[in-house]
């Protein structure tokens, strides 16, 4: 079994349609089991990180954007080693245009050193496109 947490609080600043949101966020990561199958799986992870976000519209056009940037730091036991304050760093950033019905055309892209995402030592980048479907929308 795996459990993970994530607590924040931000600051919140609004203007035209537009949001920027700052603040702490604590995350957490536990494994009861040590899979041993080449998947990172630590018996515990903490990460507390300094979160910078913003969404909002692109202009005037029908385009909306999400971008988010972290840095902190990480600390986590794996294979019975404690490893405390590795830096940690994220950036993320899509932008989405309305099609009909509730549809969305959405392009994005993240990077990552975060250990959860990539085990200890590597990076995680991820990209591309993607059709979303809200409900309701």
């Known amino acids: 079994r795996r459990w993970s ?8 600043w609004h203007w035209h349609k537009n949001t920027l949101m700052v603040g702490p966020v604590v995350r957490t990561l536990n494994y009861t089991k040590d899979l041993d199958n080449g998947y990172f ?9 300094l979160s910078l976000r913003s969404n909002g519209a692109v202009g005037k056009s029908a385009w909306s954007y999400e971008a988010a940037v972290e840095a902190g ?15 940690l760093f994220s950036a993320y950033g899509l932008l989405a245009r309305p099609l009909a019905r509730g549809l969305s055309f959405d392009v994005y892209a993240g990077w990552t050193n975060s ?3 990539s085990g200890p030592g590597f990076t995680s980048i991820n990209y591309g496109a993607r059709l979303r479907f809200t409900i309701g929308g």
């Open 5 to 12: 947490a994530d607590a924040g609080a931000w600051y919140v």
């Open 115 to 117: 250990s959860t995402a």
């Open 73 to 87: 730091a990480q600390s986590y036991t794996f294979n019975g080693v404690r490893t405390t304050g590795k830096p």
């Open 41 to 49: 799986d630590p018996s515990s992870l903490l990460a507390a990180v």
